[in-house]
C-alpha cells in the first residue's frame, strides 16, 4: 500500500476533482483497489463521490465513529483506538471512501499544541503528531490510500503530509498559486529539520527510536508529482503557447517547482503528471451525478458536444494514472 496527499497551500485548483477522477480511473481502469481519506473538514471529496442523501444520513448517525472521532483517545492520554473509521462504498467511481467530519478542523488546536512537545522529543507529542500514520496504515489492503486535504499549511496538514508516502500537488497558473509553491517549500523544510532534531531528541532521552507499525519515523515524504490547470494559450506555428499574461508567471513557477523537486532529489520533468482541460462545462455535471466525468452518459444529461468533453476529460485522466503509477512505486 502506498499512501498519497493531494495538496496546494492555494484552494480552487481542482484538487477534489483531480483526487476524486483520477480514483476512479487508477480503480475503473487500472484495476487498483483505492481508498480515498477525506481529511478536509469541508468533506468535499465525501459529498463528491457519495449520494447527498447517504453523506447526509451517515453525518447525523448517532454514535458513528469518524476520522475525528479517532483523536478523542488520543487527547485524553489513552494512546491510539482500537477501533478504526468504516469505509463507505461509491459504486460509480468504484472505490471505498472514510468520509470528511467537519469537526476534524477543532484538532487543530491539538495537534498544534502537542507538535511542540513533539519538537521536544516527547513521546506523547509523536503520537499526537503521528495518529494520521497510525490510521493510514490500517488500510494496507489496499493498493493507493489517497487523501484530500483543506487549503492550509496548519497544524492538521502538516501531520497529514508527515503520514504519507507521497504527495501530489494541483496547479494553476496564477501568482496566488505561485506564492503557493513558495510557501510550501519553505515549511517543507522547516519541518524536515525540526523533526529530525526532534527524532534525535527522543532518542537521546528514551534510547530507542519512535516506531509506528514496527518501523522507525522518519522523514519520509516523496513528490510523486504535479498535475496543471490547463491555461489560456494561443497557437505559434502550431504550437500551444502560453498568452503573453502567464509567460512570466510560468517562468517563474518553474524556477520554483524545480527547487521543490531539487528539495525531493527529482526533476521538473519527471514530476509532471499531465494537464487536466478546462471542463467546465461537465465537472457541474459530474458532482450532480456523484460519478467519474468520464464516466457520464445520456442518464446523466450528457447531450451532443458535451461527450467530447467526457471523452477528453477520460484521455487525460487515464494518462495521469499511468504516469502516477511510475512516479508512486514501493
Same mark, same amino acid.
Given at each position: 500500500?502506498?499512501?498519497?496527499?493531494?495538496?496546494?497551500?492555494?484552494?480552487?485548483?481542482?484538487? #477534489?476533482?483531480?483526487?476524486?477522477?483520477?480514483?476512479?480511473?487508477?480503480?475503473?481502469?487500472?484495476?487498483?483497489?483505492?481508498?480515498?481519506?477525506?481529511?478536509? !473538514?469541508?468533506?468535499?471529496?465525501?459529498?463528491?463521490?457519495?449520494?447527498?442523501?447517504?453523506?447526509?444520513?451517515?453525518?447525523?448517525?448517532?454514535?458513528?465513529? #469518524?476520522?475525528?472521532?479517532?483523536?478523542?483517545?488520543?487527547?485524553?492520554?489513552?494512546?491510539?483506538?482500537?477501533?478504526?473509521?468504516?469505509? $463507505?462504498?461509491?459504486?460509480?467511481?468504484?472505490?471505498? $471512501?472514510?468520509?470528511?467530519?467537519p469537526k476534524l478542523s477543532i484538532r487543530e488546536d491539538l495537534l498544534a499544541t502537542d507538535w511542540g512537545e513533539t519538537t521536544k522529543g516527547e513521546p506523547r507529542g509523536f503520537q499526537t503528531t503521528y495518529a494520521m500514520k497510525e490510521?493510514?496504515?490500517?488500510?494496507?489492503?489496499?493498493?493507493?490510500?489517497?487523501?484530500?486535504?483543506?487549503?492550509?499549511?496548519?497544524?492538521?496538514?502538516?501531520?497529514?503530509?508527515?503520514?504519507?508516502?507521497?504527495?501530489?500537488? !494541483?496547479?494553476?497558473?496564477?501568482?496566488?498559486?505561485?506564492?503557493?509553491? %513558495?510557501?510550501?517549500?519553505?515549511?517543507?523544510?522547516?519541518?524536515?529539520?525540526?523533526?529530525?532534531?526532534?527524532?534525535?531528541?527522543?532518542?537521546?532521552?528514551?534510547?530507542?527510536?519512535?516506531?509506528?507499525?514496527?518501523?522507525?519515523?522518519?522523514?519520509?515524504?516523496?513528490?510523486?508529482?504535479?498535475?496543471?490547470?490547463?491555461?489560456?494559450?494561443?497557437?505559434?506555428?502550431?504550437?500551444?503557447?502560453?498568452?503573453?499574461?502567464?509567460?512570466?508567471?510560468?517562468?517563474?513557477?518553474?524556477?520554483?517547482?524545480?527547487?521543490?523537486?531539487?528539495?525531493?532529489? #527529482?526533476?521538473?520533468?519527471?514530476?509532471?503528471?499531465?494537464?487536466?482541460? #478546462?471542463?467546465?462545462?461537465?465537472? !457541474?455535471?459530474?458532482? %450532480?451525478?456523484?460519478?467519474?466525468?468520464? %464516466?457520464?452518459?445520456?442518464?446523466?444529461? $450528457?447531450?451532443?458536444?458535451?461527450?467530447?468533453?467526457?471523452?477528453e476529460a477520460g484521455e487525460f485522466y487515464h494518462a495521469i494514472a499511468k504516469r502516477f503509477i511510475s512516479r508512486v512505486v514501493a
Amino acid at each position: 500500500m502506498q499512501s498519497i496527499a493531494f495538496f496546494n497551500n492555494k484552494g480552487g485548483v481542482g484538487k #477534489t476533482t483531480l483526487l476524486c477522477n483520477l480514483a476512479a480511473s487508477l480503480a475503473i481502469n487500472e484495476k487498483k483497489k483505492i481508498l480515498i481519506i477525506d481529511a478536509d !473538514p469541508q468533506c468535499n471529496s465525501s459529498a463528491y463521490v457519495l449520494p447527498e442523501d447517504l453523506v447526509n444520513s451517515l453525518m447525523v448517525l448517532d454514535g458513528k465513529y #469518524t476520522i475525528d472521532s479517532f483523536y478523542d483517545p488520543i487527547r485524553k492520554g489513552l494512546g491510539y483506538s482500537p477501533k478504526t473509521p468504516d469505509p $463507505i462504498r461509491s459504486d460509480r467511481f468504484n472505490v471505498d $471512501i472514510v468520509i470528511g467530519d467537519p469537526k476534524l478542523s477543532i484538532r487543530e488546536d491539538l495537534l498544534a499544541t502537542d507538535w511542540g512537545e513533539t519538537t521536544k522529543g516527547e513521546p506523547r507529542g509523536f503520537q499526537t503528531t503521528y495518529a494520521m500514520k497510525e490510521l493510514i496504515s490500517r488500510f494496507s489492503s489496499y493498493d493507493y490510500v489517497l487523501v484530500d486535504m483543506g487549503p492550509s499549511l496548519g497544524a492538521l496538514n502538516r501531520s497529514i503530509l508527515l503520514a504519507v508516502d507521497y504527495f501530489v500537488m !494541483p496547479l494553476s497558473v496564477d501568482i496566488f498559486s505561485l506564492m503557493a509553491v %513558495e510557501n510550501i517549500l519553505i515549511s517543507f523544510r522547516n519541518w524536515k529539520v525540526s523533526l529530525e532534531a526532534a527524532l534525535a531528541r527522543h532518542h537521546d532521552q528514551e534510547r530507542e527510536f519512535f516506531k509506528l507499525a514496527g518501523k522507525n519515523v522518519e522523514w519520509n515524504l516523496k513528490f510523486a508529482g504535479f498535475v496543471m490547470q490547463q491555461y489560456t494559450a494561443k497557437r505559434k506555428q502550431g504550437i500551444r503557447q502560453a498568452v503573453d499574461a502567464f509567460e512570466k508567471i510560468i517562468q517563474k513557477q518553474n524556477e520554483e517547482l524545480h527547487s521543490l523537486c531539487e528539495f525531493f532529489g #527529482t526533476n521538473v520533468s519527471n514530476s509532471n503528471l499531465g494537464e487536466v482541460p #478546462t471542463l467546465s462545462s461537465v465537472v !457541474p455535471m459530474s458532482q %450532480e451525478a456523484h460519478a467519474p466525468i468520464f %464516466e457520464l452518459g445520456s442518464k446523466d444529461g $450528457i447531450v451532443g458536444s458535451h461527450y467530447n468533453r467526457v471523452q477528453e476529460a477520460g484521455e487525460f485522466y487515464h494518462a495521469i494514472a499511468k504516469r502516477f503509477i511510475s512516479r508512486v512505486v514501493a
